[in-house]
């Protein structure tokens, strides 16, 4: 499970900023049962999911891309670049002291009953720090610790990695642990694996993950749990069923690239095409007796929202199953509160999250707040001043006298005692200044 994930000087974020699923003291008695994992290996109790609420352009979508862009540079590191490629790090640009700092990751989690911390210090040409640290019992071992391109070692615990130091084959712009991976050490390819498995989708654009949800349908077994998910979100859909692309009949209007792309692909590596997903509806007679099911396509006529509750359904249950991290940037974007709160309550049930799987998401959905389902340590704020510095903090934050656990967070979320929220004075200004101009030429 994610313990803790910090960022320094990426993006909008300038000072280390840091998001802490450790449940806090001072909601013991709340919800505690169903919304936390009680961890007594290590004595911590680990929150199942976080919200996090902000202004436009106040870091909440560049907090998940630090999460996005550590995930990638792990897993990619040390196979999709050679010697000498430019890392497409973004530190943060507005002061003089940042711009040409490096940007700093880390990450603390635990998996297969062993905690790990990982992080990295990396600039736009290579990595300035890299450490690993292990904590199989109750002391935190360190692996290895990284200065440039100078590697302290554990000899025992970490040899594979000392190896491909010795034989140089550690690039300048190339992560020891992704290097370690590829040569079967074995802590390193847990804490990959790890990482590969933290699952950052974004709620604006599903066609990045559509496909991948209608790869599952053609297993019964998922098709089954993707169409519950469907009837249970109420939108009428009596099953589903994949319309495959017959080659033999290729659009005319399609590009030649495009067309040869898909012929070749087909026929050398047997690949299927989907061509749309039709889902079956029940229909009625004048008397509203049932007559039959017709069958709709999903991109031409269900709703956006409908297209991305089915493409999120592959993802929610992939993480489900197998106790990843779900992290989604504009979880409610196209969706219905109440959906929204379901996706919630799915992941805080003890009954069907047995394998503890975390959300961690974005939203402007303030209906959330108001809803019960979270606790003040699992809702989260982006907040930029006006040198154009974000930070992130929680409810959990104020002082217990400041914020009780029962009063109304959303009420007092828009009116802005927890700040977080935009100053629209000058916009209220802007409207009453062009009034005063429009009364002036009427006279």
């Excluded at 007594?40 to 996005?68: E, P």
């Excluded at 935190?140 to 070692?153: A, G, N, P, S």
């Excluded at 409610?332 to 961690?360: R, Y």
Aim: hydrophobic letters at 35%.
């Amino acid at each position: 499970m994610l313990i803790q994930f910090s960022v320094r000087n990426f993006k909008t974020f300038k000072e280390r900023t840091s998001l802490n699923l450790v449940a806090s003291n001072y909601d013991k008695d709340t919800r505690e049962s169903e919304n936390i994992l009680e961890d007594n290996k290590f004595n911590l109790r680990i929150l199942k999911s976080a919200v996090i609420y902000g202004a436009n352009a106040s870091g909440k979508s560049k907090f998940i891309d630090a999460l996005a862009f550590m995930k990638r540079f792990v897993v990619s590191s040390s196979k999709e670049s050679q010697k000498g490629d430019e890392i497409d790090v973004e530190p943060f640009r507005l002061s003089v002291e940042s711009e040409n700092s490096p940007t700093e990751f880390e990450v603390i989690f635990t998996f297969n009953k062993i905690m790990y911390r990982y992080g990295f210090e990396v600039d736009k040409k290579q990595i300035v720090s890299e450490w690993l640290f292990r904590k199989p019992k109750t002391k935190e071992v360190e692996l290895f610790y990284r200065d440039y391109q100078k590697f302290d070692v554990h000899p025992r615990n970490f040899a594979k990695g000392a190896t491909v130091i010795k034989e140089g084959l550690v690039r300048n712009n190339a992560l020891l642990l992704s290097v370690a991976a590829q040569f079967n050490d074995s802590t390193s390819i847990n804490v990959l694996d790890w990482i590969k498995n933290l699952k950052t989708i974004s709620g604006l654009r599903e066609d990045g993950y559509q496909g991948y949800t209608m790869g599952k349908i053609k297993d019964p077994n998922n098709k089954k749990k993707i169409l519950e998910l469907l009837k249970a979100a109420d939108l009428g859909i009596q099953d589903i069923k994949l319309e495959m692309l017959d080659i033999e009949k290729l659009p005319k209007e399609m590009p030649k690239e495009l067309r040869e792309k898909i012929i070749k692909e087909s026929s050398e590596e047997n690949t299927e095409f989907f061509s749309d997903i039709l889902t079956s509806h029940k229909k009625f007679d004048v008397s509203k007796r049932f007559i039959e099911n017709i069958n709709f396509s999903l991109d031409d006529d269900e709703s956006s929202g409908t297209q991305k509750f089915f493409a999120l359904t592959g993802p929610i249950i992939d993480v489900i199953e197998n106790g990843y991290i779900l992290v989604v940037d504009e979880l409610d974007s196209k969706l219905h509160p109440n959906l929204v709160c379901k996706i919630v309550s799915l992941f805080n049930s003890k009954e069907l999250n047995p394998k503890n799987a975390q959300l961690i998401f974005n939203t402007q959905d303030t209906n959330l707040l108001s809803s019960g389902l979270f606790r003040r340590d699992q809702i989260w704020f982006t907040e930029k001043d006006k040198f154009g510095e974000a930070r992130l903090y929680s409810l959990a934050d104020f002082k217990s006298d400041e914020v009780r656990k029962t009063e109304a967070f959303e009420e007092n979320y828009i009116r802005g005692k927890y700040g977080a929220v935009p100053f629209l004075g000058f916009f209220d200004n802007l409207i009453y200044k062009k009034l005063l101009e429009q009364d002036e030429n009427e006279k």
